[in-house]
């Protein structure tokens, strides 16, 4: 059977024409891409939920650009299963580098959104506390991350694999630096 129309993103039990421990190790092992890229959408889709939450947190009222910004932002995020899925098809092929960079153009989609809806919270924070203002550091990460993702997204046609590490590295400082409690003071975060 081709790739085509094929679901890889969801875990399936291998259907095994002899059924011996080695075969079913074999089939199990066969399928790393896709338990490696179900990892990566659930990775996703959580790191996304835990940093929307934290930033909306400092959202002062739900204006309309801030609305549409975030029904974009939605968009984006309910489409991961395609990369990822894209991802765990070819990344053990030729095609690898095309995965890759379509993964890390995806990324640099959902990291520009965010940017978006920080530029909107923080329009209505310096609106209210236009007086010692200053970005926190979460948002300056996310700025400095979109450029980061085009260059991964580059990089794919060379090392898919070191595009996967740019990506990955990435989605850690987006966790361990996602929007705080204390994000808009005005020592910034």
């Excluded at 024409?17 to 896709?34: V, Y």
């Excluded at 989605?171 to 996602?178: G, L, M, R, Y």
Aim: glycine share 6%.
């Amino acid at each position: 059977m081709g790739l085509q129309g094929t679901i890889f993103i969801n875990l399936q039990v291998p259907v095994l024409a002899t059924i011996t421990p080695h075969t079913l190790a074999a089939a199990l092992g066969a399928k790393w891409p896709t338990y490696l890229t179900f990892m990566f959408s659930f990775a996703t889709v959580l790191i996304t939920w835990v940093y929307h939450h934290r930033l909306l947190q400092w959202a002062r009222h739900a204006e309309t650009g801030l609305l549409f910004i975030n029904g974009i932002l939605l968009l984006i995020v309910s489409a991961v299963p395609f990369p990822t899925a894209l991802l765990g098809a070819y990344l053990t092929t030729l095609a690898a580098s095309v995965a890759c960079a379509i993964y890390a153009g995806y990324i640099a989609v959902l990291n520009f959104s965010y940017n978006l809806l920080w530029w909107v919270v923080t329009r209505q924070q310096r609106r209210n506390d236009p007086s010692g203002w200053r970005p926190p550091t979460s948002m300056v990460l996310s700025f400095l991350d979109f450029p980061c993702y085009l260059v991964a997204l580059g990089i794919a046609f060379w090392s898919p694999v070191t595009t996967l590490v740019i990506c990955g590295t990435l989605w850690v400082v987006w966790t361990i630096k996602a929007p705080s409690m204390d994000a808009f003071s005005s020592k910034g975060a």
